[in-house]
């Protein structure tokens, strides 16, 4: 896996994108259909996004710093 799988998923996403844009029905809520689908397909991939490049590359060794090492647990 890496992260050229991103760029791929936003090419789909901008696809579904385009593709709700066209079949949204005419009438008084067609701005807000396309701008709730748009927003939607927007949050989505935002979220799977940093959550799968966070997943590419996590953190080593964590640390906690409620524990004291050394003299100062003495």
């Known amino acids: 896996m890496s992260g050229f799988l991103v760029f791929i998923m936003a090419i789909v996403a901008l696809g579904a994108g385009l593709l709700g844009w066209n079949l949204t029905p005419k009438g008084m809520n067609q701005t807000m259909i396309r701008s709730s ?12 996004a940093i959550t799968y490049m966070a997943q590419l590359h996590p953190l080593m060794a964590p640390r906690r710093s409620d524990i004291r090492s050394g003299r100062e647990a003495m």
């Open 37 to 48: 689908i748009l927003l939607t397909l927007t949050c989505c991939y935002l979220m799977w």
